[in-house]
């Protein structure tokens, strides 16, 4: 029998990336989405041509029924959950000081309010299997803060904090669970963020190039596979060293 994944927030972006990936190494995918159900259905109707499972399933994740709802709809589809992956997310731009409530609230209600009820629901699953895999997608700003996203970075490092206490919960059930940590990635959303963001992230991290949907995703296989049995409580960095470097003031970083 096939494994199983769910990936939420997955009908554009890093998200279809990821459950595009897991799909071709043979998971039947339920894609979450909380707009654009064209694109949705569009994408399960093109990884049913390669022969997998793939529903698409719409929920809000940070309110608690639609969340039951999606997985109600899961389990009728699959009978089973093998692996999550928490990707939907979103994020304000503003200033601390004029970010509003409901922009702060909407931030941490999906982001990280989404990841604690959806893990919450899967695990719930997984323990009467004794194994399963989560994987959280934080950010770089889970190690730095990133100005004019307060709540964004709020709800990231709450995130990988979050992925370490459930880690040591779950881990006597048999599941697994990590973080993964995406640099300067380029999406249609970040390029619409920055005038040429590939040539101003790229001359800032180490391997001088900046990342793809395709890094991450791999990560994210690697996280949920055999292959990483014996890892948990996680946080693996997809940023080419951008996050891992100190700025040292006399040290050329452009040789």
Known sequence: MKPTALVTGANSG??????????????????????????AQRLAEELQKHGNRAVSVYADVGISTDVDAMFEKVFSAFGKLDALVNNAGVQVWKPLLEVREADWDRVLTTNLKGCFLCTQRAARHMRERRSGAIVNIGSGCNKVPF?????????????????KSAALELGPYGIRVNCVAPGAIETERTKS???????????LTPLRRIGTPDDVAAAVEFLLSDNASFISGQTLGVDGGLFAQPRWPDYDYNP
């Open 193 to 203: 963020e920055l005038a040429d963001f590939a040539k101003s992230w790229s001359s």
């Open 147 to 163: 100005p004019n996203l307060s709540g964004y970075t709020a709800s990231k490092g709450g995130i990988e904090m979050f992925t």
């Open 14 to 39: 890093i998200g279809k990336t990821i459950v595009s990936r897991l799909a071709g190494c043979g998971y039947d995918v339920a894609i979450n989405y909380q707009a654009d159900t064209n694109s």
